[in-house]
């Protein structure tokens, strides 16, 4: 994926410099920083994706990251009137973000963590029509796979608004994919039950329709975003389509495993110090 340069460009006076590098300082360092919308008090939304477009930029050339897909946040009802919108946001994956199933997650470089079960969807061909539909969508999805999403916030104590969240990559930090691929056709998404175990007592429950209605929806609604700003999504990309249920906090030496009916089961293994692979 090349990056997007029209994310509804900002016409506002704020630093978007400033405010991309004091998040950028604030994963660097650990310490969390003020709302951006405290700090700029004009920022707008299309402030907040130039601020996104332009880390990611830097996490591209400067550090030498791959996009390897998005993920979709604020999918919830519930959470879109909590910050006052009435649509989902998108936040870039990258390559080291992905962990496979049970393996080690160093606490280094998360960031408040909490986690989130979802569905993650492969794509096996192109969405790049001028606007992709329901159609379109499943017959671009290759496979199906049950997902651990670690959300994160640079933002002190969450305290974030729909512009925090979206300059922030949308609060993304991680996640782990489960090993058994599954197809579209052999999952009914909108139904699909969802429990979340730490260490064996139910943390979370929730199901396909907590995804606004159902999951593939969420997908066809990046699908059309992406393809109106002039970067589709492609072959081979990963979708992370939203959460099925309430996120929960996450400490050193948890253990999270998740059961998606029909798409099997994921864990999520965080190491009880700062060893291990480090995000960067």
């Not at 790049?128 to 104590?157: C, F, T, W, Y």
Request: with cysteine.
């Amino acid at each position: 994926m090349t990056i997007a340069k029209d994310n509804a460009m900002s016409t506002s006076s704020i630093d978007i410099a400033g405010a991309a590098r004091s998040l950028r300082d604030a994963a660097r360092t650990g310490i969390a920083i003020a709302p951006l919308r405290e700090t700029f008090p004009q920022i707008t939304a299309a402030d907040a994706y130039a601020v996104q477009r332009m880390n990611t930029e830097h996490r591209v050339s400067e550090q030498g990251a791959r996009i390897v897909g998005c993920k979709i946040g604020l999918t919830a009802r519930a959470v879109q009137a909590q910050l006052g919108v009435d649509q989902p946001d998108f936040g870039m994956l990258f390559d080291d973000m992905g962990f496979g199933d049970a393996e080690p997650v160093s606490m280094r470089g998360l960031q408040q963590p909490r986690i989130e079960a979802e569905v993650a969807f492969v794509l096996g061909r192109d969405l790049d029509m001028e606007k992709p539909g329901h159609a379109d969508v499943i017959q671009a999805i290759d496979h199906l796979l049950p997902a651990l999403e670690i959300v994160g916030s640079r933002i002190a104590n969450w305290n974030i608004r729909f512009v925090d969240t979206v300059a922030d990559n949308a609060s993304s930090s991680a996640y782990v994919l489960g090993s058994m691929p599954k197809r579209l056709s052999d999952v009914d998404l909108r139904l699909c039950g969802m429990v979340m175990t730490r260490r064996g007592e139910p943390v979370s429950v929730g199901a396909g329709a907590a995804c606004m209605g159902n999951p593939l929806n969420a997908v066809v609604w990046l699908a059309r975003t992406m393809a109106a700003l002039g970067q589709p999504l492609r072959a081979g990309h990963l979708v992370l389509s939203g959460a099925l249920g309430p996120m929960v906090a996450v400490s050193a030496g948890d253990v999270f495993e998740t059961h998606i009916n029909g798409l099997g089961c994921v864990k999520a293994v965080f190491e009880a110090d700062l060893a291990g692979r480090q995000l960067t």
